[in-house]
């Protein structure tokens, strides 16, 4: 979200549904520094090996 808590438009597909290749890239970045407490690293790694 931007400052104004507003979804940033640059991050998203022209739909501004889906996420384009920056939107996912930091979505991952986000989840990622989350998951680690929760799943086993190489779970963890299969599971984000599909996401681009």
Do not use: V
């Not at 991952?28 to 984000?48: F, Y």
């Amino acid at each position: 979200l931007d400052a104004e808590g507003q979804p940033r438009p640059e991050l998203f597909l022209p739909d501004r549904l889906h996420l384009n290749d920056a939107g996912y890239r930091l979505w991952k970045s986000i989840i990622t520094a989350q998951l680690p407490a929760t799943a086993p690293s190489q779970l963890l790694a299969e599971q984000l090996a599909g996401i681009h």
